[in-house]
């Protein structure tokens, strides 16, 4: 399956984004999808993870309550709302699937079996 991240770009502090994950060459219907972000010289970090059908999702400290991710099986695409952004938010966003369920696991990027490109997103002060 391949995996395509969008919707990245500059906004202020305090502002929205809203990135999409399209998936082609493969339904993905049956894995579940995670988010993930890097920021230079960091590792690459665990943002959040939605289950096959949309009613489970798992989300990093640093990000919940701000962040939501949503599905849409039907068009093969993953959501990732992001509200109340800080400029600790700034990071190269990547979407991945995986065929294991969610659990602590999901939190581990070696779990993700395929991933998109990265979208940018940067949050200015």
């Known amino acids: 399956v391949q995996l395509q991240a969008s919707g990245g770009g500059l906004v202020q502090a305090g502002g929205s984004l809203r990135l999409s994950c399209a998936a082609s060459g493969r339904s993905f219907s049956n894995y579940r999808v995670g988010w993930f972000r890097q920021a230079p010289g960091k590792e690459r970090d665990f943002v959040g993870v939605i289950n096959w059908s949309g009613g489970s999702t798992l989300y990093a400290d640093s990000v919940q309550g701000r962040f939501t991710i949503s599905r849409d099986n039907a068009k093969n695409t993953v959501i990732l709302q992001m509200n109340s952004l800080k400029p600790e938010d700034t990071a190269v966003y990547y979407c991945?699937?995986?065929?294991?369920?969610?659990?602590?696991?999901?939190?581990?990027?070696?779990?993700?079996?395929?991933w998109g490109q990265g979208t940018q997103v940067t949050v200015s002060s």
């Open positions: 991945a699937v995986t065929t294991h369920p969610l659990g602590v696991g999901s939190r581990r990027s070696g779990r993700y079996d395929y």
